[in-house]
């Protein structure tokens, strides 16, 4: 009984010593480098665009007083739109509202094109070329007639550009030569924006 008390003794000696040197070992590994761990981060290129309707002037009755419509480009039955109204007799009509162009994106060199295959009505057509656009990316001395700086989308045109990433918002006017010739009736198209990296 003796002898296996005096082995228990020593049992239990030897559990405390090793616990000691567990917990000095575990001391020395918080204070100092365990290992390393190797870190990778893939980050997806990004691109949102969405256009915005502003209001004119006449509309929101006065400086101050315009307001917004929201979408996105690509709104299926929802699109957003401009409208074209001649009232009295043909000439350059502006559209009821101008657009801003707003550009969200991490890629740099890109450019949004403006593009239209003109409008269509059960009576006629009325051709691209007689469609206008003005932004800060159309000629400012170009003159077809319309008012300088206006180009006709006869071609697409660049309406918004970037070459640094960030998010950016561009304005765009547009403007209808109604002709003598244009029967009277209602006449749809759609304006296409298109995002394309730059040359």
């Known amino acids: 009984m003796k002898q296996n ?3 228990w003794r020593m049992l239990a000696g030897a559990v405390i010593l090793l616990s ?3 917990a000095g070992q575990a001391e020395d590994q918080v204070a100092g480098q365990v290992g390393t761990l190797s870190v990778s981060a ?3 290129p990004f691109m949102a665009v969405s256009v915005i309707l502003i209001q004119s002037v006449q509309e929101s009755g006065g400086p101050g007083g315009a307001t ?3 979408g996105q480009i690509n709104d299926g039955d929802n699109a957003i739109g401009i409208e074209f109204s001649a009232l009295e007799k043909p000439g350059v009509i502006d559209a009821d509202r101008d657009v801003l162009v707003r550009v969200a994106s991490n890629i740099t060199g890109w450019n949004v094109m403006c593009s239209s295959q003109g409008l269509s009505g059960s009576d006629g057509a009325i051709p691209a070329d007689r469609i206008f656009v003005k932004s800060d990316y159309t000629n400012p001395a170009a003159d077809a007639g319309v008012g300088l ?3 006709s989308l006869s071609a697409p045109r660049v309406v918004a550009a970037g ?3 960030g998010e950016v918002t561009h304005p765009a006017s547009f403007k209808l030569n109604v002709t003598w010739e244009d029967k009277p009736g209602s006449y749809d198209g759609v304006l ?3 995002v394309l990296p730059e040359p």
Do not use: M
Request: hydrophobic share 40%; net charge negative.
């Open 149 to 151: 700086g206006y180009e």
């Open 192 to 194: 296409t924006f298109t």
């Open 163 to 165: 070459s640094a990433a």
């Open 5 to 7: 008390l005096a082995s």
């Open 68 to 70: 917004g419509r929201e």
């Open 20 to 22: 000691l040197f567990s």
């Open 42 to 44: 893939k980050i997806e």
